[in-house]
């Protein structure tokens, strides 16, 4: 060490990479440090030429494995676990000309999507693993087919305030809102549900920071409305509190749009009612409203709509539960989080709505006639349930 500043030794940072590609559980307790100084090495050591190949080539890798996976590429290399797949066979089951099918597989290869053992003959990675998992799968048919159409056209929006159309629209080209195109492309819709459904799984969720039967199924009769799911999709937080407390007493309603409902994984135990969000809540006086998922989809004005159709059905003894992200007011400089910044631009594009900051979130309740009981966070990502009550 001289000056303070530690010698550069890119032979043993090599030896240590390399350690780490072969063990990565070996690293596993540095984890996220040791991602976010990769990641600011790559880009530190990239001549300008490798970084603007980066960044106009930024949309193949989710536009290649919708392709890959459409055409049954990572599959193919997984039934055929014994031994590589040779590219003719893959040209045979792909029906794509052995050509074109080079050109991409050389691609997927750069993006360790595949594996190249020897020349032509392709072995899955661990990528093609994961991509052949049903959330990856609707993810990239969500995020290829509805979303980037929709990201594509966030520049022109932006240089037409005046147009009303969403970007979604303008990408689409289509008359209406994501929601109701959704009623007419079946694919993109299951798609899209099911992703809703399964994206978090693997986080702690809602249910984790609120004890449900204390909070707010105390003495509630098998008739009393205790939990409203408001457009809750296909309804799995319905199924997970049902999970969590099997013997809690009262009623749950999902309510969304019909044919979402159409699709709703729920049992008998849940009632399904269609319900339109922008007119009066008919479940009066039920003990918890709850929205997962629904603010960042609206602006300002029509989330003012929505809680304006909700509030008169409150009683004495109803919350609301927002399930949904609270970001910070302040943070420090260098701390933002690529995925809560990325999804509240998806949200832009979609909606031309955006994730909201603790005092926006403040004015917006405070707007309507809500006042905020509590904010339980219960993921590192801004994941909180907000509880409010009626001023
Ligand atoms: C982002 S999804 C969230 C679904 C669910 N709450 C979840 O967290 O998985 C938004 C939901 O709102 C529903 N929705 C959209 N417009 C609606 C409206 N006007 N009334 C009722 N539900 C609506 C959609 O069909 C969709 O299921």
Excluded at 52 to 76: C, E, G, M
Excluded at 79 to 104: M, R
Excluded at 145 to 172: K, M, Q, V, W, Y
Aim: proline share 7%.
């Amino acid at each position: 060490m001289a000056d303070g500043k530690i010698e550069a030794q890119p032979a043993v940072l090599l030896d240590q990479l390399r350690a780490l590609v072969a063990n990565p559980e070996a690293f596993a307790s540095d984890r996220q440090e040791i991602i976010a100084l990769a990641r600011q090495a790559a880009v530190a050591l990239e001549e300008p030429f490798e970084t603007l190949q980066r960044l106009v080539y930024s949309p193949l890798p989710l536009i290649t494995a919708r392709v890959a996976q459409d055409h049954k590429i990572f599959q193919t290399l997984l039934e055929n676990k014994d031994a590589p797949t040779s590219a003719a066979v893959l040209a045979q089951k792909t029906g794509i000309h052995p050509t074109l099918l080079d050109s991409l597989l050389e691609y997927l290869t750069t993006q360790n999507m595949v594996g190249e053992v020897s020349p032509q003959q392709y072995t899955p990675t661990k990528l093609s693993n994961l991509l052949v998992a049903p959330l990856f799968v609707d993810a990239v048919v969500h995020f290829h087919d509805n979303c980037l159409p929709a990201f594509n056209a966030l520049n022109f929006s932006l240089a037409h305030p005046s147009d009303p159309r969403t970007p979604f629209e303008i990408g689409h080209n289509s008359p209406t809102d994501f929601y109701t195109w959704l009623e007419t492309h079946p694919v993109q819709a299951g798609a899209f549900h099911r992703f809703m459904e399964a994206q978090f799984a693997s986080l702690p969720t809602w249910l984790d920071v609120v004890s449900f039967p204390d909070e707010y199924a105390q003495s509630a009769s098998p008739e009393t409305p205790i939990f409203v799911d408001v457009g809750g999709g296909i309804g799995q937080q319905c199924v997970a509190l049902k999970k969590k407390f099997p013997s809690l007493q009262g009623k749950i309603i999902l309510q969304d749009r019909a044919a979402v409902l159409e699709k709703a994984i729920v049992g008998d135990d849940v009632e399904k009612m269609p319900y339109d969000y922008l007119t009066e809540q008919p479940i009066k006086g039920a003990r918890a409203y709850y929205f997962r998922q629904i603010f960042h989809n609206n602006n300002d004005a029509t989330c003012q709509k929505i809680l304006a159709s909700l509030l008169p059905a409150l009683g004495p003894s109803s919350v609301i539960l927002i399930d949904e992200k609270v970001l910070p007011d302040e943070k420090p400089s260098g701390t933002s989080v690529e995925y809560t910044a990325a999804l509240s631009l998806a949200m832009l594009a979609m909606f031309k709505a955006l994730e909201r900051r603790e005092s926006q979130w403040r004015k917006l309740l405070g707007d309507a006639g809500f006042e905020i009981r509590e904010i339980k966070k219960f993921t590192d990502y801004g994941d909180s349930v907000i509880v409010a009550v009626k001023k």
